[in-house]
């Protein structure tokens, strides 16, 4: 065999083992990156599911409890209106009204449909109207079906409202997990149940969810074995046929078209690993052979279909957010162990808030506007309590619980919380210059703050859970802002030790408080310095004696409900948030009062007062003596107490 015979087998055969070696590399490493693309892509599908059920569970579970509330103030509302203050009611006459009975019982729908319904009885047990008119005129307390929770929440709705879960069965004889409000109709011995099956508000979405990330995860583990199989056939077969015809060709020719195979593959492992570390938005150019382009497209394909899921993963947590701070929405989304029930002890500082005399203002407004009335308010003061850093605890109504210094520890928790509250009395201002131009009532707020150790954490169960505080110090927060008068800013003894360096206040106070043992301090203030530098507007106090005493009807008030009534009684000092009343009667400090003025012949003058009796004292001739400061007072009133208070 010649030299030349030898180097030309040589290199043949050189040629044939790299292109042998290339096969079998090309083949092992395809097989690796099908094996990791489809697992990275099966992992990340299923972490974005699973996290867009927990997230559409809670959400819609939310949104399930406040149609059911909603839907029971409504049917309360126009029950009030059409049955209240009647001496007696005879049962039967009532079901033959099919205008009630369209009132008592209604449906109430999700987008998929029907999923509860009202109905109504009254504090005996007894049902008026009932979906099912077999029911009507059965006692519910005589009911033995083996749903204790069913029970308990129907003995506790027959002395106060009350919400809450329980298991019952459908029309179908399944055992359902369902949720119900319950409220007391106004002056009447009725009470309204509104009752949904609450998996029905999110069951549905989370089947569509799970349903299309199925479709795409199964689409794209198509696309990608597709042309990884057309890959690895045309791979071995032209690396074979570029062995066989490169045989007579330069090296360099062979390692050029080798490189052509090989780093496009190598680009798409590098993408492969940061789609691993998360990196969804990563794109390989698609470059090379054809089914190399096809497979880098399908590739990019996925990176997009990823980033549209972290996307909607990002919209809910961004829709959740609107109940909870984005603090807790970080945790719950960050951390494994945040949605595990249980709390730490940690000192906080709480905020509570309250209008004053809402519910009287707007009794007699339209539903719609009251809810814009009331969304005005609460838009403002949420917008300051985000600023402040603070977590919106609940909102009642137009009450608000917050607390500052936890998830995320704040020092300067105390003082935070006092800026806050002066800060949200300021805003108040500007809501009631809107309010006045679109003919709305002009409003007034107290708020309370305390600092203490509380428990911190996820409270509820696996079915609902809220990130809340509990403990003595939130009912002593509470305690304190029933004593708050409008446009007041009252906090504790252990506040005020924190922040007295900064604060001035007006007034120190001490009172006592209904399950607080002893006397308790708290203090009126007025303004903060340091870096907030917040102080509210002084209000003239200066009582005004009147030349002639204006008559009244005052009527005393609990829990925003009418009790009685003083006898004849005077304002005889004025002033624009406070006066002296002359009375008859009896009258007890801190106690909240309602005042009518009386025109000619007695007849009581358009417009309502509501405030607070400051202080009681003797009078001449058996009559009695009392500070009221007002915490509502109607635009006409307010109008005639400034022409009463104005000097000639």
């Known amino acids: 065999m010649t030299v030349r015979t030898y180097l030309i087998l040589s290199y043949i055969v050189l040629i044939l083992l790299l292109t042998l070696g290339m096969w079998f590399v090309a083949q092992r490493f395809m097989t690796e990156l099908s094996v990791q693309t489809l697992h990275i892509a099966d992992a990340s599908v299923q972490q974005v599911t699973v996290a867009n059920d927990q997230l559409s569970e809670k959400i819609l579970t939310n949104l399930g409890e406040y149609v059911v509330r909603d839907k029971a103030q409504d049917v309360v509302r126009e029950l009030a209106y059409l049955l209240g203050n009647q001496k007696q009611y005879d049962y039967a006459q009532l079901r033959r009204n099919d205008k009630l009975r369209r009132i008592a019982v209604q449906k109430i729908f999700t987008p998929e449909g029907a999923a509860g319904y009202t109905d109504l009885y009254d504090n005996r047990g007894e049902i008026i109207f009932h979906p099912d008119r077999r029911a009507e005129g059965q006692n519910q307390l005589t009911w033995r079906g083996g749903y204790p929770e069913a029970m308990d929440l129907l003995k506790h709705s027959l002395k106060e409202d009350v919400s809450g879960y329980f298991t019952s069965f459908d029309e179908h004889n399944k055992d359902r997990k369902r949720f119900s409000v319950r409220l007391h109709v106004p002056n009447t011995p009725f009470i309204v149940a509104s009752i949904v099956n609450i998996d029905q508000f999110f069951e549905p979405t989370q089947q569509k969810v799970v349903q299309a990330n199925q479709q795409i995860l199964a689409q794209a583990k198509h696309n990608i074995q597709e042309q990884l199989g057309k890959l690895d056939k045309q791979v071995k077969r032209e690396g074979l046929i570029a062995g066989l015809t490169l045989s007579l060709m330069a090296i360099l020719f062979g390692l050029w078209f080798a490189s052509t195979v090989s780093w496009p593959i190598s680009r798409l492992r590098d993408a492969v690993r940061q789609v691993g570390d998360g990196n969804f938005a990563v794109a390989v150019a698609a470059r090379g052979v054809k089914e190399v382009v096809q497979l880098s497209e399908s590739f990019n394909l996925l990176g997009r279909q ?11 947590r961004d829709t959740f957010g609107r109940y909870v701070t984005q603090e807790v929405v970080k945790r719950l989304l960050e951390s494994k162990g945040a949605l595990e029930m249980g709390g730490e002890r940690r000192e906080v500082s709480i905020l509570m808030s309250d209008l004053r005399a809402f519910t009287a203002i707007t009794a007699g407004m339209e539903p719609e506007k009251v809810i ?50 002066l800060k949200m009395q300021t805003a108040m201002e ?37 990130y809340s505080v509990v403990g003595s110090h939130v009912n002593f927060t509470s305690r304190i802002e029933s004593y708050a008068l409008g446009g007041e800013v009252l906090i504790s003894q252990e506040s005020f030790q924190r922040v007295q360096d900064l604060v001035e206040i007006r007034d120190k106070v001490q009172v006592q408080m209904k399950g607080i043992p002893g006397t308790s301090t708290i203090y009126d203030v007025r303004s903060i310095h340091g870096p907030y530098d917040i102080a509210l507007k002084e209000k003239s106090q200066t009582l005004i004696p009147l030349p002639e005493k204006i008559p009244v009807h005052v009527y005393r008030m609990s829990e925003k409900i009418v009790t009685g009534a003083t006898g004849k009684a005077w304002i005889t000092q004025l002033s624009e948030i406070s006066a002296i009343l002359d009375y008859e009667g009896e009258l007890e400090a801190w106690e909240d009062v309602r005042l009518n003025l009386l025109g000619e012949k007695t007849a009581e003058l358009p417009g309502k007062i509501y405030g607070k009796v400051t202080a009681v004292k003797p009078a001449a001739e058996g009559h009695h003596e009392a500070a009221i400061r007002f915490t509502s007072v109607s635009p006409e009133l307010a109008q005639f107490i400034q022409k009463a208070t104005t000097p000639a």
């Open 430 to 466: 500007e809501i009631n210059a809107l309010n006045q131009v679109d003919g709305l009532p002009h409003l007034e707020m107290g708020i309370a703050v305390n600092t203490g150790e509380v428990v911190v954490g996820n409270i509820g169960s696996e079915q609902r859970t809220k």
């Open 372 to 421: 814009t009335f009331l969304n005005r308010y609460l838009g403002k003061m949420i917008e300051i309590l985000v600023d402040y850093r603070a977590v919106i605890d609940e909102i009642v109504g137009d009450g608000i619980l917050a607390f500052f210094g936890a998830p995320e520890i704040q020092e300067d928790h105390p003082a935070r919380a006092v800026a806050c509250a």
């Open 306 to 316: 990823l980033t549209d899921y972290i996307e909607k993963r990002d919209f809910i």
